[in-house]
Every structure is written in structure tokens, then in C-alpha cells.
């Protein structure tokens, strides 16, 4: 089947007016861009979570870690090696969240891997997803190809055992966190927009991963003190046909630091609404800081799983 996309607009914040918007695409090479994404540091986020399952909202947390790594396009790993050739700057998201149903809890983890330059490659490479809790464990990746991305999973439920297919080229969900974080290196898709929802979402409701259409916009936040942060905007996604709508709220100026989010759906006939709230962030090599002493950063993130 043949999706055909309807972008009725780009948005790209910055204070510049849109005859600019060339010079703009190239501010991921501005000195505060490389000073702030391009060190030895990662930047790890902390959100206090209300998570929907089972028909009720229930506690957790959930993380994320921002970082760049030049990542390969011929085989979608972490560069390791001397092929600087086949490689290219990426900005990596691993999102966590966890949270206790009852007696058992869930954790579920997702990888997003986006080129910074829009111009040397538009598409995110690669998004993987693994969700774990005490009935079993789930699998799902997509790897960007030319026409489209390759689906790729495991699953322990006897409906879900093992998934090969090719869906067509569409944004993907999971890419709008990485794309804010890019802008203006990024444009933010608004208006009818074929999107490929989260794989987080889609394991939780036992889906497959499809495009599917969704309704678009981006303006100013006007909610109430829940989310707080300087000049915040508020990103909403709202699906047509599974009515499942995501806001995420972040903050205009760079680095726009998402300060927290909402997702709401149907779980067991009921409309719950998913909520997480940022508590801390800290800037911090943490592969280099694996040593019982270092838990003093899970202490300054306010981290009780």
C-alpha cells in the first residue's frame, strides 16, 4: 500500500525570519552547537512518569541521554573502527522508562539514532525498541533503506513471534525527540503528517509498526504551571484513526530542553493520559563513570528505580 505524504508546512524556530532559513540549516556548525553537542559529554535527562496500562496510571520514571557519535550508514552500529568514509555525525537518544504495574513492573527502552546535517542525510538511520517485563521480552528495530524502513523483530507472545516486513518511507515518531533537539538543523514536520507512531506506544497496545496519518501543530504553551521552562513550545500530535495524541513541551531557545510530555489513548475502554514531568539534568561522560561512587549522579537525578 502507498502512503503519500501531506506536509502542508515546515517550522523552524529560530529567531531569524524565513528568507533565512538556508543560513540557518547550517547553525548545527555554530560554535554554541559545538560547544554544547560535539564533547565529551552526554546530556541526561530525568522525568518523574505516570504511565498508562492495565486501565490506570501508574508510577515510574523515565530517562533520556542525549549524545553524538558517528555512527555508520552501510551497517547502522557505532563506528568503531578507521571507516570515517562510511560514517556519519549522529545525534543519539536512549529513552528508558519503567514503571510498576501491580506486583510486576515494565521496562521498555528505545534507541534513536538521527544525522545532525539535514543536507548530508534527511532520514533517521535507525530506531530500535526492547520492552521487558515479567510476562516476557519483545524485540523491534527499523533500519532506514531507499524506499523506505525494514522492520525487524521478536517477540516472546505466540501472536507476535517474529516480524520481517518493509513499510514506506515516513517520519518516525520516535525521531520528533531527536529532530527538537536538532532544530534548527532539523525542520519539525506540522499539518498532515504521515507518521510512524512510537514503537514504545505500539508495544504497549500490541501493534504493528504502520504509517498512519496524523494532525500536526506547534505553538507557544498556554497550559497551566505543570511544565515549566523559559519561552516553552508545545508540539502536539493527534492520529486521526487510533485517536492517540502526543504533546511534547520544550523550550524555544537552544537546547531546547524538553521539559516534559503527554500521551494520551484508549487502554482497556478507558481515555488515560500518560504524563511525565522533568525533575533534573546533568551534562556527564557516564560510560567513564561506572564506578559505585559515581552513583552520586543517579543521586543529583533524583533517580528512585
Known amino acids: 500500500m502507498k502512503y503519500v505524504y501531506f506536509l502542508l508546512g515546515v517550522v523552524i524556530l529560530t529567531s531569524c525570519n524565513n528568507k533565512n532559513t538556508n543560513r540557518q540549516l ?12 560535539n564533547t565529551q559529554n552526554a546530556e541526561i535527562s530525568s522525568y518523574s512518569l505516570q ?4 486501565g490506570h496510571l501508574n508510577e515510574g520514571e523515565a530517562i533520556m541521554v542525549f549524545n553524538t557519535e558517528d555512527f555508520r550508514k552501510d551497517k547502522h552500529v ?31 527502552y528505545t534507541s534513536v539514532f538521527t544525522p545532525v546535517q539535514a543536507q548530508d542525510f534527511p532520514s533517521t538511520l535507525k530506531v530500535s525498541n526492547t520492552n521487558q517485563d515479567w510476562s516476557g521480552q519483545t524485540f523491534l528495530q527499523l533500519n532506514f533503506r531507499q524506499n523506505g524502513y525494514q522492520v525487524l523483530g521478536k517477540s516472546y507472545f505466540e501472536e507476535e ?22 532544530v534548527p538543523c532539523k525542520e519539525l514536520p ?30 507557544p504553551y498556554k497550559g497551566d504551571s505543570t511544565f515549566r521552562g523559559d519561552s516553552l513550545f508545545d508540539y502536539k500530535v493527534n492520529y486521526i484513526e487510533s485517536k492517540r495524541s502526543l504533546r511534547i513541551i520544550f523550550e524555544k531557545n537552544f537546547p531546547h530542553t524538553i521539559v516534559g510530555w503527554e500521551e494520551s489513548y484508549y487502554d482497556q475502554k478507558k481515555l488515560l493520559t500518560s504524563r511525565a514531568v522533568l ?23 533524583n533517580l528512585k528505580f
Not at 547550517?26 to 552547537?33: A, P, R, T
Not at 513471534?161 to 533537539?181: F, N, P, Q, S
Request: aromatic content about 10%.
Open 26 to 37: 547550517q547553525l548545527c556548525d555554530d560554535e554554541n552547537f559545538k560547544k554544547y553537542w
Open 51 to 54: 504511565q498508562a496500562q492495565f
Open 190 to 219: 506540522v499539518g498532515k503528517v504521515i507518521l510512524i507512531p512510537s514503537l514504545g506506544s505500539l508495544r504497549l497496545r500490541r501493534q504493528k509498526a504502520a504509517p498512519a496519518i496524523a494532525d500536526v501543530t506547534l505553538e
Open 279 to 301: 525533575k533534573a539534568t546533568i551534562r556527564n561522560p557516564y560510560w567513564q563513570n561506572n564506578m559505585p561512587a559515581d552513583t552520586i549522579y543517579r543521586k543529583k537525578l
Open 78 to 108: 557505532k563506528l568503531e573502527s578507521d571507516a570515517k568514509d562510511k560514517a556519519i555525525k549522529v545525534l543519539k537518544l536512549n529513552f528508558i522508562k519503567r514503571f510498576v504495574t501491580g506486583v510486576h513492573d515494565f521496562s521498555i
Open 161 to 182: 513471534i517474529e516480524d520481517d516486513y518493509h513499510i514506506d518511507k515516513a517520519v518516525m515518531e520516535d525521531e520528533l525527540w531527536t529532530r527538537i533537539r536538532l
